[in-house]
């Protein structure tokens, strides 16, 4: 009886084989859907496809409120209400300073922020208003 890879569907001859997801595949052709690193250790899989821990993550894990895009388990990030950004999308709207864990800011439309120092010297209320201006 001939077993054919799972993943490259040509017939395993090498002398080890590696069993995932119940299906049988030679050993180099265990690698993730997304980057193609090779799978040694763990793996993620949907869809019957398999992934590393950072492309499942990014695919399938949670999304940033800024960028939309996945988050990775090793990207650091920012919480403000209930949504989570990564931190190059935690930034002011109007002078695009990175704001930081604790600092006073001010909150537009869920997913857009206002440092305290531009709010109150009116450049929130300008950048609001071409904000608004520009997308209707």
């Not at 895009?69 to 990207?75: A, L, R």
Request: with cysteine.
């Amino acid at each position: 009886m001939i077993i054919v890879c799972a993943g490259c569907d040509k017939p395993i001859l090498d002398k080890f084989l590696l069993n995932v997801l119940d299906r049988t595949w030679h050993s180099d052709c265990v690698r993730c859907y997304d980057c193609h690193s090779n799978l040694t250790d763990k793996c993620f899989s949907r869809e019957g496809k398999l992934f590393c821990r950072n492309d499942f993550f990014r695919r399938y894990g949670t999304k940033c409120g800024g960028c939309l895009q996945g988050i990775s388990p090793s990207d650091l990030v920012r919480k403000a209400r209930d949504k989570v950004f990564h931190l190059n999308c935690f930034t002011c709207m109007v002078c695009r300073k990175q704001l930081s864990t604790g600092e006073e800011l001010y909150v537009l439309d869920d997913n857009k922020f206002i440092c305290k120092e531009d709010y109150m010297t009116g450049k929130g209320k300008i950048s609001i208003f071409n904000y608004y201006y520009f997308f209707f």
